[in-house]
Structure formats: C-alpha cells, structure tokens
C-alpha cells in the first residue's frame, strides 16, 4: 500500500516560470516531511523539509506548502532554471521511518 | 564534511550467484538505512539500523537477503542467491538518528544491479 503518492510521474516548465511538484499521503501520523532532488546516476540529494506543525518552509527558491487537512505536500520552485531539471522525490516520516513517493521527473525548458 | 560512501557503483551477475555491497555512512551518523529503489519506483526501506542494532527489518527478504553493522559504523549488504527481480539500485543513507523524528537523511550514490 503506496502510502506517499506522486500522481504526476513528469512535468515540464519554462525557464523562469513557478514549477509546481505536488504528493499526497493517506497516514495522519506523519510529522516530518521532505523533498529530494535526484539526477541520474547519483543517489537522492535532501532540498527542503517541513515539521507538521508548520504549513510553509522557504529556502531560496524552494518553498514548502503543507496542507494537513488534506494531506497534501506541495514544492514550488521559483524561478525554475534549467540545472533544477531532475527527479523529485517526496518522503513522510513518522517516528524516524520514511516513506518514499514515485517521484516526479521535472523538465526545465531554456 | 564527506557524505555517503557506497562500493561497489555498478555490477552485473547472474542469477543464483551471491553478491555484497558497502555503506560509509557521515561520520557521527548513528543511524543507517538501506533502500532498494527499482526502476521507476520511490526508494523501499530494506533495512533501519541504529548504531550496531536492527530497528526495522520488515521489508528484508531474509531468505535470501542479509545486512549487517558490526561496529556501529560501517554496513554490508548481501543477497545470497540473487534473483532476476532484484535487478534494482541500492541506496544507503544515514541521520544523526538523535530525535527518531525530524530526521533527515542523506544518500549515498547507489550501486546499481543487474541481474541476468
């Protein structure tokens, strides 16, 4: 049972517009969040994470959105440049066990 | 400060044969994870070890696969024998492992598998 989801497996952006990449999980006891950055041949890299008890995490161009109640987990990137083309991973924690989406591989066109 | 080691990054054998894989985990990182990721999917904990002892094993197959970490540091990873279906990357990654929650981890490059 997929407990972290990523529905959109690809996306493709223009150079300098939002990149949107969002993940959905179903367990409530999750209390710590995060994004990974994936390029090929090289393993997961952490971006950004974000605690339950807050609902926005920002960092550069990197921003976090946690929506408890629908528990829904969003990543904008702002503006999108082309090097930020990779795979991205979410994950859900609860107790130190994380739990890994199906990714969501992020085209940056120049 | 040097992250995530892993040996061997690539290797192909053939099913039925064994086949073993290494993780250096961050220096001071007391918690290390191995993860199956097959082609397409998100990373699969295999393995959760806190300092020398196992959290987590759940999702081990332990008929054929084994891990270990002797003196808290240092892992291996062994299948024994391997299957075409365990053709997959393996990733370690390693936490402080001080607050059992917001914890994060950090990656090694992989080692890819190929089982023919």
């Known amino acids: 049972d997929q407990q972290v989801k990523q529905n959109s497996p690809s996306l493709s952006v223009q150079e300098g517009r939002i990149s949107i990449l969002n993940c959905d999980y179903t367990n409530s006891m999750f209390d710590y969040f995060l994004w990974y950055k994936k390029y090929p041949a090289e393993g997961p890299t952490f971006l950004i994470s974000?605690?339950?008890?807050?609902d926005k995490n920002e960092d550069g161009r990197f921003t976090v959105f946690l929506n408890k109640s629908a528990k829904h987990l969003s990543l904008h990137i702002v503006p999108s440049q082309p090097g930020d083309s990779a795979v991205y991973f979410c994950?859900?924690?609860?107790?130190?066990?994380?739990?890994f989406g199906t990714g969501t591989s992020l085209t940056v066109i120049p | 400060e040097a992250g995530v080691a892993q040996s061997p990054r690539y290797k192909i054998i053939e099913k039925r044969q064994s086949v073993a894989f290494w993780c250096n985990p961050i220096?001071?990182?007391?918690?290390l994870y191995w993860y199956q990721q097959i082609l397409g999917q998100g990373p699969k904990l295999l393995i959760q070890?806190?300092?020398?002892?196992?959290?987590?094993d759940s999702q081990l197959p332990k008929d054929r696969f084994s891990a270990e970490r002797l003196k808290g540091v240092d892992s291996t990873l062994k299948i024994q024998p391997a299957k075409l279906e365990d053709s997959a990357v393996y990733l370690c990654a390693s936490s402080l492992g001080t607050s059992g929650s917001w914890e994060t981890q950090y990656f090694g490059p992989g080692t890819r598998l190929l089982v023919l």
């Open positions: 994950a859900a924690s609860e107790g130190g066990q994380f739990y």
């Open positions: 070890f806190q300092n020398n002892g196992v959290v987590d």
């Open positions: 974000i605690s339950s008890i807050k």
């Open positions: 220096s001071g990182h007391a918690t």
